[in-house]
């Protein structure tokens, strides 16, 4: 099930508000580029941010993600109307021959047990082309972000349509490679309160390449992300014939 910022229709329809400038995304358009990507999968879409801009460079793009409410979000925006949404996970994907599967924002790190993240990889795998690519990033474990979260303070956004917005991010738990933390939402226009707990799971580096090459892909580079530079990898993997 998804964690309810992503689930719940109302944390989803702010979703956005708190993401920032998504500079991240940029990355992922030169990299369709580099791999001259014209159709592209984008698992774990979310509310659609980087699907529309892959759109909107005259790709073919399907969104697959189980948080329907993230998927009504995407659905409304401009745009939206080009890309091809799926309710759903990568596990279970029609054979689209995409050009290029991509995972941004950390989604890689949601799949908590070896089950379900080879699943994942073979159902991605079985929706790419002969030679098509799979494209993610995932935070390094020896940078150790979740002693950064404990310190965050919380975050008060004006949200057009919701009014001031307080986040508050808890971590609750480190067990490695598991940490668990809890996102606390006050909708300061009413006073409700909603919270949202997740896990994610830290692999290394040796770990995910040998997953890649266990399941099918060939392992062509790994490389910085252009604005996190030091915290993230970037896995850039070829589906093996």
Avoid at 218 to 239: C, K, N, S, T
């Amino acid at each position: 099930m998804p964690d309810a910022i992503f689930a719940h229709h109302r944390l989803a329809s702010i979703y956005d508000a708190f993401g920032g400038d998504r500079y991240d995304l940029t990355a992922y358009l030169d990299i369709a580029d580099e791999l001259s990507a014209d159709r592209v999968l984008d698992i774990g879409c979310g509310t659609g941010c980087l699907a529309i801009l892959l759109a909107e460079s005259g790709r073919t793009v399907v969104g697959v993600d189980p948080a329907e409410a993230s998927l009504e979000v995407a659905k409304s925006k401009n745009g939206a109307a080009r890309i091809t949404w799926l309710h759903g996970d990568a596990t279970a994907m029609p054979p689209i021959d995409a050009d290029l599967a991509v995972m941004t924002g950390n989604v890689a790190q949601v799949f908590l047990t070896d089950a379900d993240w080879i699943q994942t990889l073979q159902g991605i795998r079985s929706a790419l082309r002969p030679g098509g690519h799979l494209v993610f990033e995932t935070r390094r474990p020896e940078r150790r972000a979740w002693e950064e979260w404990a310190d965050e303070p919380p975050t008060t956004v004006d949200v057009p349509g919701a009014g001031l917005v307080e986040q508050q991010l808890h971590v609750t738990a480190i067990r490695l490679p598991f940490v668990s933390f809890r996102h606390t939402y006050t909708f300061l226009t009413d006073g409700m309160v909603i919270t949202s707990h997740s896990t994610l799971r830290f692999r290394s580096r040796d770990e995910v390449e040998s997953n890649l090459t266990a399941h099918g892909y060939l392992v062509q580079d790994v490389r910085e992300a252009p604005d996190r530079p030091g915290r993230e990898f970037v896995f850039i993997a070829m589906r093996a014939a």
